[in-house]
């Protein structure tokens, strides 16, 4: 049970700092459909791809003192700021995750905006419908996200550079 914990402290601090409930959401989902052994369970939700037993998980390093949550006021809206603290850095280190490709994925996704990770993330939940269908699922589901034909073509791109 405490494996899942550790796996996401893991990516927290490849990561270094993740900025966003939604981006870190969207990370270890997106690690997963990379067929890293990340075990939370997702459904589709508003903002795409969404595991209430990560937000759980989370809460609970937080709640530990194994993970930082820092929230920013931005204005209208709230943004949180996940980091590892010492104690996480060396909870982590009874662990042994054989994971090597995961600092250069992390980079790649973590480097991304949110918005962006979400289309990504949603074509990659419906990944067994063909790409016509998941275009055209895209525009209706998010419609109010209105990504470009030349965004869904660059998530593509991204995925298929991230081997997904």
């Known amino acids: 049970m405490l494996e899942d914990h550790a796996k996401v402290i893991a990516v ?3 990561a270094g700092e993740v900025i966003g409930r939604k981006k870190l959401q ?3 989902y997106i690690c997963k459909k990379l067929q890293f052994p990340f075990n939370e369970k997702y459904q589709f939700h508003f903002y795409g791809p969404y595991s209430e037993e ?3 998980r989370v809460e609970e390093l937080c709640n530990l003192g194994l993970v930082t949550e820092v929230k920013e006021s ?3 809206y709230y943004q949180y700021k996940y980091t590892v603290t010492d104690e996480g850095h060396e909870f982590l280190g009874h662990y042994d995750f054989q994971m ?3 600092h250069q994925c992390i980079d790649e996704i973590n480097s991304q905006s949110s918005r962006f990770l979400e289309l990504v993330s949603t074509i990659l939940f419906f990944d067994r419908l063909s790409k016509e269908e ?3 699922k895209v525009h209706t589901i998010k419609r109010k996200q209105n990504y ?3 965004e869904i073509t660059e998530a593509y791109t991204f995925i298929e550079k ?3």
């Open 100 to 102: 090597p490709e995961l």
């Open 74 to 76: 931005k204005g209208g």
């Open 54 to 56: 990560l937000t759980l």
């Open 162 to 164: 991230l081997g997904c």
């Open 134 to 136: 998941v275009v055209e």
């Open 12 to 14: 927290l601090k490849e």
């Open 26 to 28: 969207k990370i270890i």
């Open 148 to 150: 470009s034909d030349d």
